[in-house]
């Protein structure tokens, strides 16, 4: 009995049913296929993988940038956890710093003081603490002993404004005795930070406390006068202090040898700076 549907409709049944023969057979159907655009999310599929492509939020979730490692930190020390260590200048570390209570000599100075000189030194100076007069004027190296720097200073060619001049210590211990080991541990990162952000070439270290103390080291002044040192990376160097000199003039001589080599390494480390 002839069919009362037309061709196409029959043609469009048949093609029908060998589609779902096949696929009883063959399983799903294997068409080539164009990426898929899913209309919801419009994420478009990897053609390699079949998996959605991932957009530029969930690459940088899969793979995030490396973390930003401050790369002024001295390397090696332990920084304390605390917000002065992301100062971002000399001047907001003051500031941030300036009320520290952390040890003793807190309570017991009249000013705090932080240090002075060229933000951006290649050379800096470090003393042990702020005797009286620096404690009354809340700056390192004034008095007679700041005086005698100056001119040890002005004798090498630098103005006391081109080098940074600071202290381990912020604060004046009493009777200018020498400052203890936990006095050092606790004020010593901020000196860190003060390089980090001074980012100088060389150190001269003024006297044997100052220089055992960088240096983690029992060794004599003698000892370790006239070689240069590494401190994190930084050159270091080390003579007496200017107040050790105005006690005993028989050290000027050997304190003269010292910064003539000191102001050579400096010209070496600065050419073509
Ligand atoms: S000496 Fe240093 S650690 Fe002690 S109170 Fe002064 S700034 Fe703080």
Redesign the pocket.
Known sequence: MPSDRDPMERLLSDVQKYLAQQQELNGELLLPTRPRVDSEKTKTLSTDTGHPAPTQGESEELFPAAPVMNPGRLPGMQYPAEAWTEAGDLQGLNDM??T????????T?KK?VFGVGNPQADLVLVGE?PGADEDLQGEPFVGRAGQLLNKILEAIRFKREDVYICNI???R?PNNRD?QPE?IA??EP?LWKQLELIKPRLILCLGRIAAQALLKTSESLTALRGRVHDYRGIKLMVTYHPAALLRNPNWKRPTWEDVQKVRKLYDELTAGA
């Open positions: 710093i300036c520290c209570l952390k040890c003793s000599l807190g309570q100075r705090f603490a210590l912020k604060c211990p400052p006095e606790l004020c901020y």
